[in-house]
């Protein structure tokens, strides 16, 4: 049997592959005879929803290296997370912290999308000495596929 340490550092990182860097071959089946062959599914299942949501709360809140310590106290406080769960957390925080922060900006980011997005803008207007309406004004803006995605999460 793996350490409880090494066994959840495996964990994170298999959840983070599928989850934010797209490795469909990370199931939570596969997870569990790897790294927890033999635990009851129930409880592979409340491990894995532990780490998951570890991943997801510290990504919303972009915690720090320096947060670390704090941030997975106050998680434990109301979850089942073992001094050796928090200590695999902060070694895969470290490791992987900036690519899932990058990797959750390039899901979140509309730049590809908007690279191939035109739009018109019509205005129409009136003159100061007539009540007549004049010619609508078109302009097509079509954003540059130059652009760098500018969107933070």
């Known amino acids: 049997e793996m350490e409880p340490a090494k ?8 959840i983070a592959r599928r989850e934010y860097h797209g490795d469909a071959s990370m199931t939570a089946d596969y997870l569990q005879s790897e790294l927890y062959e033999g ?5 592979f299942k409340e491990l894995h929803t532990t780490a998951l949501q570890l991943i997801e709360h510290a990504l919303d809140q972009q915690i720090t290296l320096a947060e670390v310590p704090t941030f997975t106290e106050a998680f434990a406080a109301t979850r089942s997370l073992s001094p050796d769960h928090q200590q695999a957390f902060a070694k895969f925080w470290k ?10 900006a390039d899901q ?6 908007l690279s191939r997005f035109a739009w018109r ?4 207007t009136k003159t ?11 302009t097509k803006v079509t954003v540059d596929n130059g652009y760098d995605c500018a969107c933070m999460v």
């Open 7 to 14: 066994a959840f550092f495996g964990l994170l990182n298999g």
């Open 95 to 104: 490791s992987q912290r900036t690519s899932l922060l990058n990797a959750l």
């Open 121 to 124: 803008v019509d205005a129409i």
């Open 108 to 113: 979140t980011c509309w730049e590809p999308q």
């Open 128 to 138: 100061s000495q007539s009540d007549e309406e004049v010619l609508p004004y078109q």
């Open 39 to 43: 635990t009851k599914a129930q409880d």
